[in-house]
C-alpha cells in the first residue's frame, strides 16, 4: 500500500457564487493574517501573453478571443464558452490543470504555520472540496447578486442570470461546505462571522493540524437526530480517500450518527479498513494526521462481544476541527470489531424496537454519567445482549459485512 506524504499547512477553500461577496471574505481573513491565493488572479497568469496555455486557448477557439494587442479577450472568451457547455469544459481543460499547479507552487511557498485560503469559484464544479481541510461557502440570495452585479460590474440583467445559471446552484454548494457564511445583511454583519470563524475554528484548527492534536469531547451531550450527519460524513469520507491515494481502502459510517432518527453525541464515527493493522502505522497515520486526522494517544481496543473473547486491538484517530468533533476507527479487515461495528450499525438501522431502547438507554446515562468514559463503559450489559440479538438477525437475514 503506498502512501504519499504531505505537508500540514491548513488549506481552506472559499467558494461562493458570482455576486455573493466571496472576495470581501477573502480580503477580511487576508486582514486577519491569511494567505490567500486568488484562482481568478491565478487564472489570468497562466494564460498571460507568451504562456502555453494561452496558445492552447487560441488553438481551440481561434484568434477571435484575442485582444488587439494578443492579449486574450476575456469577454469574447466569455460570450463563447458561456453559452457553450461543450466550449466551457474545452476551456476548463486548458485552464484548470494549470491553475492547480501554480495555486500548488504558491501554497508550497507559505510559512509552515500558515493558514491557506484558495479563493475558487469553480471549487465545487470541478470536485476540488476534498483537497481541502474545510470548505467555506459564501451564500447570497440571487436577486441580491443580481443587484450588486449590476451595480458593481454594470452586467445587465439577462448576462447576470446567464452567468449565475453557468454556476453551481446553492444546494450543491452547501452539501460541500463546512461553514456557510450568509450575505445578505450589512458588511459589517459579514465581517464579524468572518472574524468567529477565524478566531473560533481556522487559528486553532491550523494550530491542532501543525502539532497533531486531536480533538476528543469528554463530556457526554446528546443532540437529537441531525439529518445532515451522513452529508457530513460524505464531506470526511472524501477527504480520507484523498488523503489516502492512491490506497483505495473502505471507508463507513457507523455508530449512532449513522443511525437515522438515533439521538447521539455531535461525533461522526467512521470506521477505516485496513488490510492488517501494521497498515495502520507509519505513512498512513502521518498521511492521515497532515490532512486533519491525528492519531490519539496510547493504545485502543474495542471490548470483546462475548466478554473474555480476547482483546479487539485498534487504532483510534480523531478531528483537529475543533467544529466536527470525528472518531476514526481503523480496524483490520474481517477482524472481530470491524464485524461488530457493521452488524450493530445495520441491525439497528433493522429493528426499531431496538433502536428505540437503546435511545432510552442513551438518555437515561447521558442524564447521569456525563464523561464519556463511565457513558461507554456503562452500556456494555445491553450490547452484549444486543450482540447476541444481532447474530440472531444476521443469522436469519443472512447479513454479511
Given amino acids: 500500500m503506498v502512501i504519499r506524504l504531505t505537508g500540514a499547512v491548513l488549506k481552506v477553500g472559499l467558494t461562493g457564487g458570482i455576486g455573493s461577496g466571496k472576495s470581501a471574505v477573502a480580503s477580511r481573513l487576508a486582514e486577519h493574517g491569511a494567505v490567500v491565493i486568488d484562482?481568478?488572479?491565478?487564472?489570468?497568469?497562466?494564460?498571460?501573453?507568451?504562456?502555453?496555455?494561452?496558445?492552447?486557448?487560441?488553438?481551440?477557439?481561434?484568434?477571435?478571443?484575442?485582444?488587439a494587442d494578443g492579449a486574450l479577450d476575456r469577454a469574447a472568451l466569455g460570450a463563447v464558452v458561456f453559452a457553450d457547455e461543450t466550449a466551457r469544459r474545452r476551456l476548463e481543460a486548458i485552464t484548470h490543470p494549470r491553475v492547480r499547479a501554480r495555486t500548488a507552487e504558491l501554497a508550497a511557498a507559505a510559512s509552515p504555520d500558515a493558514i491557506v485560503v484558495n479563493d475558487v469559484p469553480l471549487l465545487v464544479e470541478v470536485g476540488l472540496a476534498p483537497t481541502y481541510h474545510l470548505v467555506v461557502v459564501v451564500q447570497t440570495a440571487v436577486t441580491t447578486r443580481l443587484t450588486r452585479l449590476a451595480r458593481d460590474r454594470g452586467m445587465d440583467r439577462a448576462e447576470a442570470e446567464r452567468r449565475i445559471a453557468a454556476q453551481a446552484d446553492d444546494a450543491r454548494r452547501r452539501a460541500a461546505a463546512d461553514v456557510v457564511l450568509t450575505n445578505d445583511g450589512s458588511l459589517a454583519e459579514l465581517h464579524a462571522a468572518v472574524d468567529a470563524l477565524w478566531r473560533e475554528r481556522l487559528v486553532p484548527f491550523e494550530a491542532n493540524v501543525r502539532g497533531r492534536r486531536p480533538v476528543h469531547p469528554h463530556r457526554v451531550e446528546l443532540t437529537?437526530?441531525?439529518?445532515?450527519?451522513?452529508?457530513?460524513?460524505?464531506?470526511?469520507?472524501?477527504?480520507?480517500?484523498?488523503?489516502?491515494?492512491?490506497?483505495?481502502?473502505?471507508?463507513?459510517?457507523?455508530?449512532?450518527?449513522?443511525?437515522?432518527?438515533?439521538?447521539?453525541?455531535?461525533?461522526?464515527?467512521?470506521?477505516?479498513?485496513?488490510?492488517?493493522?501494521?497498515?495502520?502505522?507509519?505513512?498512513?497515520?502521518?498521511?492521515?494526521?497532515a490532512a486533519g486526522f491525528p492519531r490519539l494517544p496510547g493504545d485502543w481496543w474495542d471490548n470483546?462481544?462475548?466478554?473474555?473473547?480476547?482483546?479487539?486491538?485498534?487504532?483510534?484517530?480523531?478531528?483537529?476541527?475543533?467544529?466536527?468533533?470525528?472518531?476514526?476507527?481503523?480496524?483490520?479487515?474481517?477482524?472481530?470489531?470491524?464485524?461488530?461495528?457493521?452488524?450493530?450499525?445495520?441491525?439497528?438501522?433493522?429493528?426499531?424496537?431496538?433502536?428505540?431502547?437503546?435511545?432510552?438507554?442513551?438518555?437515561?446515562?447521558?442524564?447521569?454519567?456525563?464523561?464519556?468514559?463511565?457513558?461507554?463503559?456503562?452500556?456494555?450489559?445491553?450490547?452484549?445482549?444486543?450482540?447476541?440479538?444481532?447474530?440472531?438477525?444476521?443469522a436469519q437475514t443472512g447479513w454479511r459485512p
Avoid at 502555453?52 to 485582444?67: H, K, M, P, T, Y
Wanted: aromatic share 6%; charged share 25%; proline share 9%.
Fill in 39 to 67: 484562482a481568478d488572479k491565478v487564472a489570468r497568469e497562466v494564460v498571460a501573453p507568451g504562456t502555453e496555455g494561452l496558445a492552447e486557448i487560441v488553438a481551440a477557439f481561434s484568434g477571435r478571443v484575442l485582444d
Fill in 224 to 289: 437529537e437526530a441531525d439529518p445532515t450527519w451522513p452529508q457530513q460524513y460524505a464531506r470526511l469520507a472524501a477527504r480520507i480517500r484523498h488523503a489516502l491515494a492512491p490506497a483505495d481502502l473502505r471507508i463507513d459510517h457507523i455508530g449512532s450518527t449513522a443511525v437515522p432518527g438515533l439521538a447521539a453525541k455531535d461525533v461522526i464515527d467512521i470506521q477505516l479498513t485496513v488490510p492488517t493493522l501494521a497498515d495502520a502505522d507509519g505513512p498512513l497515520a502521518e498521511r492521515l494526521a
Fill in 304 to 394: 470483546p462481544r462475548p466478554p473474555g473473547s480476547g482483546r479487539w486491538e485498534k487504532r483510534l484517530h480523531g478531528s483537529a476541527d475543533p467544529g466536527r468533533p470525528v472518531h476514526l476507527h481503523v480496524r483490520a479487515v474481517d477482524s472481530p470489531g470491524w464485524r461488530y461495528a457493521l452488524l450493530m450499525r445495520d441491525h439497528l438501522r433493522a429493528d426499531p424496537d431496538q433502536r428505540a431502547a437503546y435511545l432510552l438507554l442513551k438518555r437515561e446515562l447521558a442524564a447521569s454519567a456525563p464523561d464519556s468514559v463511565t457513558y461507554t463503559t456503562a452500556k456494555d450489559p445491553w450490547f452484549d445482549e444486543e450482540h447476541l440479538r444481532a447474530e440472531e438477525w444476521a
